[in-house]
């Protein structure tokens, strides 16, 4: 398992990450099940100011003294490292096919991308295909339980909070690597930390839609919950499950009302529905 000091910011870059994929989805009418809220919105707040005090200024400095190629090749060794995660989950959901696709994509790049610094599987028609055990348990048909913001871990459900501890312990070759070697001033967390930052700077340009948003709680909420969605369906899940789910199956959704909300909230806060305002 990830030290806790590290997990915030993956579960921050992850959140940013999908706001960025949902950016250009239809308005979607703001899910009311979360009987967490209250709780939620006030650990929303506090890891928003650690991101913000800590994490975020980083993965700035991270940014000034490497360039893109860099940290794609950075970003390609450890997306093919963590492979092992993807292979095991497509295991224990019987999906052989995919866990022999995603085997062949690791060993690909191993050796042809030197050691996962580049990624030639790509170009051979071996996609990048991600899952965890919380995907795992969600095709099992356990229910996605409640929606919850933990500290320093940030979104979950209480299905999907399962993947930090088994894949962490069980699949993940950089946590694996961490407990079980130990040395005097914690270097066995530099590849983490490496990998965290990275994953963080890379989620720079999505937080300008996450400003723009008139209740950026609710918006990561809900981006987090529809990307979820996408990877149990493989990107394709039916138009009546995103219906559910987005309230559209309901008589009283108005999307006219629902963007009026926003642009009222854009009127009020010109100055954070501005690219060019945002922090560097």
């Given at each position: 398992?990830?030290?806790?000091?590290l997990?915030?910011?993956?579960r921050?870059?992850?959140?940013?990450?999908?706001?960025?994929?949902?950016?250009?989805?239809?308005?979607?009418?703001?899910?009311?099940?979360?009987?967490?809220?209250?709780?939620?919105?006030?650990?929303?707040?506090?890891?928003?100011?650690?991101?913000?005090?800590?994490?975020?200024?980083?993965?700035?400095?991270?940014?000034?003294?490497?360039?893109?190629?860099?940290?794609?090749?950075?970003?390609?060794?450890?997306?093919?490292?963590?492979?092992?995660?993807t292979?095991?989950?497509?295991?224990?959901?019987?999906?052989?096919?995919?866990?022999?696709?995603?085997?062949?994509?690791?060993?690909?790049?191993?050796?042809?991308g030197?050691?996962?610094?580049?990624?030639?599987?790509?170009?051979?028609?071996?996609?990048?295909?991600?899952?965890?055990?919380?995907?795992?348990?969600?095709?099992?048909?356990?229910?996605?339980?409640?929606?919850?913001?933990?500290?320093?871990?940030?979104?979950?459900?209480?299905?999907?909070?399962?993947?930090?501890?088994?894949?962490?312990?069980f699949?993940?070759?950089?946590?694996?690597?961490?407990?079980?070697?130990?040395?005097?001033?914690?270097?066995?967390?530099?590849?983490?930390?490496?990998?965290?930052?990275?994953?963080?700077?890379?989620?720079?340009?999505?937080?300008?839609?996450?400003?723009?948003a008139?209740?950026?709680?609710?918006?990561?909420?809900?981006?987090?919950r529809?990307?979820?969605?996408?990877?149990?369906?493989d990107?394709?899940?039916?138009?009546?499950?995103?219906?559910?789910?987005?309230?559209?199956?309901?008589?009283?959704?108005?999307?006219?009302?629902?963007?009026?909300?926003?642009?009222?909230?854009?009127?009020?806060?010109?100055?954070?529905?501005?690219?060019?305002?945002?922090?560097?």
């Open positions: 398992m990830p030290h806790p000091r997990l915030p910011w993956l921050r870059a992850a959140v940013l990450g999908a706001v960025a994929l949902l950016a250009g989805c239809a308005v979607a009418k703001p899910r009311t099940d979360d009987p967490l809220e209250k709780y939620n919105r006030k650990v929303y707040a506090f890891n928003d100011a650690v991101d913000q005090a800590v994490i975020r200024p980083v993965a700035v400095g991270y940014r000034k003294v490497t360039n893109p190629p860099v940290r794609r090749s950075i970003g390609d060794f450890f997306t093919n490292l963590r492979q092992p995660v292979v095991a989950n497509d295991l224990l959901q019987a999906r052989p096919r995919q866990a022999l696709q995603s085997t062949g994509r690791f060993l690909v790049n191993l050796t042809l030197i050691g996962g610094l580049f990624d030639p599987a790509s170009s051979l028609g071996l996609p990048l295909q991600q899952t965890d055990f919380g995907i795992t348990l969600a095709r099992w048909g356990v229910p996605e339980g409640d929606y919850i913001v933990l500290p320093f871990l940030g979104p979950s459900t209480v299905r999907d909070v399962w993947h930090v501890p088994v894949d962490g312990y699949f993940d070759p950089l946590t694996i690597y961490a407990r079980n070697h130990s040395y005097h001033y914690g270097q066995q967390y530099i590849p983490q930390l490496v990998y965290l930052v990275n994953l963080r700077s890379r989620a720079f340009d999505a937080e300008s839609f996450l400003k723009s008139y209740d950026p709680y609710v918006f990561v909420r809900d981006a987090y529809q990307r979820r969605l996408y990877k149990i369906y990107g394709n899940p039916p138009t009546s499950v995103i219906d559910r789910m987005q309230g559209l199956d309901q008589d009283n959704f108005d999307p006219d009302q629902l963007l009026e909300e926003q642009h009222q909230w854009e009127n009020k806060h010109p100055d954070q529905t501005n690219p060019s305002g945002g922090k560097g």
